[in-house]
Each structure stands twice: as C-alpha cells, then as structure tokens.
C-alpha cells in the first residue's frame, strides 16, 4: 500500500476502466465467486429498471434507485457471511436481494400491503432479522451508533459477527457518524463503516459536503484504517471490505471503508436531478459503468456471454413479475395499523385517535 492509500487518500482499484486486473484481489476472489457476484450485480440493475417503472403506476411507494452502485452494493455484500448484522440505508435493496431475501418479501414491503411485515412504517427501508438486516430510521446516519452498540453487546457475549454500516457521502456530515466512529475507535468495536460516495447527498454535490480531501482520511482522527476505493470496481469493494470485515471479526478494531461510486438515477422517484447535475457529469460516469466493467473481465475470460446475461435478466424479470402480482393481490393495510408497534400500550390521545378513525 502506498503512504496516500494508508492515510485514506488513495484510490484503490483492482480491475480498470478497461476490465483489465490491475491489483491485487483478495485471494478468496474466484472466478465462481465472481460469476455470482456478476449475477447479483445484473439482478440488482433489473430490480432498479423494473421499480422504476411500476412506481409511476401507482403500484409501490416511493423508491430509491440504486443504478451506478451495483459494485459498491454487491461488492460489500459478499464480503460478509450470512451471521454478520447489516444496516443498509433506504438505497440498499439489491443488498438485501444478495443476502436471501426473497423477491416477494420485498414487493410486499413495497406495496406496505397487509403482508407488510413492517406494516407500512419506514416505508422506504428493509429490514428483516431472519436475514440479519436491521431496519435502519429514515434520519440518515442514525443506525451508525446502534450498530456500535450492538457490536458492543455481541462482544460481551463473546460472539464473532461483524456490524457493518452503510452510509451516505451525506450520512458523514451527522454528529451520529461522528459519536459512532469515535466510540468505536476506543473500544475497538467489531464495526464497519461502508460509505458509498455516491457524489450526491440529493441536491448537495459532495464539494459542499465536507473540506475534507476524502471521506476515508477522517478514519485517521479516530485512530483506526481509513480506505478509498474505486466503488464502481467490485474486486477492488470486496477486497478492501473483506480485509474489513476480517479486521473486525479478528478483534482488531472498526475500519472506515469510502467507496467512490456515482448515483446514475434521481436521489428517489420524488426526485428530479436535471435541476441540479449536468448531463456531461452524467454521460461521464456513464462511461465508468460498474456493471460493464466487470462484464468485460468475465467475457474476456470466457466465464460470462450475452447469452447468458439475456437468459438471468429474462428469468428475473419473469420472477419479479409474479413477486409483483402477488403483492398488488394481496389487500392492503387496515388504516388502523398506524397505531400498530409503536408504542407497547397505546397513549389516551392515539387511542381516541384509534377509536375515531375505527
Ligand atoms: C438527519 C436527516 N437529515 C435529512 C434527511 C433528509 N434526507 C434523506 S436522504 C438525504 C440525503 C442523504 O445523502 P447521502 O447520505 O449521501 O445518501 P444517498 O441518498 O446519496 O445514498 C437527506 C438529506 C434525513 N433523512 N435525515
Ligand atoms: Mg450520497
């Protein structure tokens, strides 16, 4: 590692633009591993083109896009193992998609229909603790200091899961990433925070968003590792993730991992990017493409084809469609059930509330 890599000012990238290996991929990276993750990748840009489309016919809540950052999300996913505690923000559904859950799950919480096991709360957000993913709070960065806790708690029972974190560029500029980071940093607390710089914290461009030179040299004034990766490179996020998650699970302390990536879509659909990014800035990371990239690597290899990639996104799209009419079938929430899991017992005015609205 070079001396700007170690202080968090690099740019680690293991396959370039071209699809061409330029670093040193962790060692459990195999081909098969790779081919998986290509598929999850594919399923995840399917996923976001097909929420796109339904959500303007009134079929599913508001929904926040995840094309550009397929690497980032598969990359850090794979890194993992299935005991490890997820907190994904409201962006990460492909995350939760390469964790097992399966489609319908996630297509009743869209539609937040009466198999909602969330019952409409939280709309935007997954979360499931069959699959050991928290269901984060709809401020950002303020699962950072519940997963610290939570990594706290599972040391004293001498457990070995890994707590990792997504986060927002946007996400860092909150005292709760600060608090988290901080406490994590003394007590060397299993922890990883993954923050995706996806240049954009909805119309705030990432120069507005700190002085600092990169997000993964703060690592430094806490005293733990800070690395900057290419997050539009999936070698280069499970490798860096990977050392990460061993790091923490080895009891050696928290790692902030910063993975430079792009939001192609808008921030959600209640949003309208045109009004405040270029289309140059857009075209440009167009060019950079996650999912090409490692595309080219496997077809050069012999490992992926057209065929192939025609043949996964047909099937997908065949599954998701059922997932879909399944939810849409399914009848919806009563009204009553804003009042619902909130609260253990129901205060005097929410229960008069209940009552009027019965
Ligand atoms: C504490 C808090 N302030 C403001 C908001 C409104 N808000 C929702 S998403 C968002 C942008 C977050 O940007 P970033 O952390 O970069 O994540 P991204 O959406 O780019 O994935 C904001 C400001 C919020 N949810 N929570
Ligand atoms: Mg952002």
């Known amino acids: 590692m070079s001396s ?3 202080a ?15 670093g040193e991929p962790d060692p459990t990276l195999t081909n098969d591993l790779l081919v998986r993750m290509m598929q999850d990748m594919v399923k995840a840009r399917v996923f976001d083109e097909w929420m796109l489309k339904i959500h303007p016919l009134g079929m599913a809540s508001r929904y926040a896009p995840c094309e550009g950052q397929e690497a980032s999300m598969i990359g850090s996913v794979y890194s993992t193992s299935s005991n490890d505690w997820l907190f994904p923000t409201y962006r990460e559904y492909p995350v939760a998609l390469a964790r097992g859950v399966p489609l319908t799950e996630i ?58 974190v997504y986060l927002g560029d946007g996400a860092t500029s909150k005292g709760d990433f600060h608090e988290a980071i901080n406490w994590a940093g003394v007590f060397k607390t299993p922890v990883v925070f993954f923050v995706q710089n996806n ?13 600092s030179q990169t997000i993964a040299v703060k690592a430094k004034a806490y005293g733990i590792p800070g690395v900057r990766v290419d997050g539009n490179d999936v070698m280069a996020v499970y490798t860096a993730c990977r050392k990460a998650v061993d790091r923490a699970r080895n009891r050696q302390g928290p790692t902030l991992v910063e993975a430079v990536t792009y939001r192609m879509g808008p921030h959600t659909t209640a949003d309208d990017p045109t009004r405040y990014r270029s289309e140059e800035e857009v075209a440009e990371w167009r ?11 496997l077809s050069r290899n012999g490992l992926w084809s057209e065929n192939l990639e025609k043949q996964l996104t047909e099937d997908f799209k065949k599954t998701l469609r059922q997932a879909t009419e399944e939810a849409e079938k399914t009848p919806p929430l009563k009204p009553t059930s804003i009042f619902e899991d909130v609260y253990s017992s129901l205060p005097w005015h929410l229960a008069e509330e209940m009552d009027e609205l019965s």
């Open 287 to 297: 060019r950079r493409d996650p999912v090409k990239r490692i595309r080219n690597y």
């Open 199 to 211: 240049q954009w914290a909805i119309s705030v461009p990432f120069s507005r968003q700190t002085a």
């Open 8 to 22: 968090g000012l690099g740019f680690v990238q293991i396959l370039n633009h071209e699809g061409v290996v330029v």
């Open 4 to 6: 700007d890599e170690e």
């Open 107 to 164: 297509m009743h919480r869209m539609f937040a229909n009466s198999k909602d096991p969330l019952k409409g709360h939280e709309i935007t957000l997954f979360g499931d603790r069959r699959y050991r993913i928290v269901i984060g709070a709809g401020g950002v960065s303020l699962m950072a200091p519940v997963a610290v806790g939570m990594a706290m708690a599972s040391v004293m029972k001498s457990e070995r899961d890994v707590f990792f």
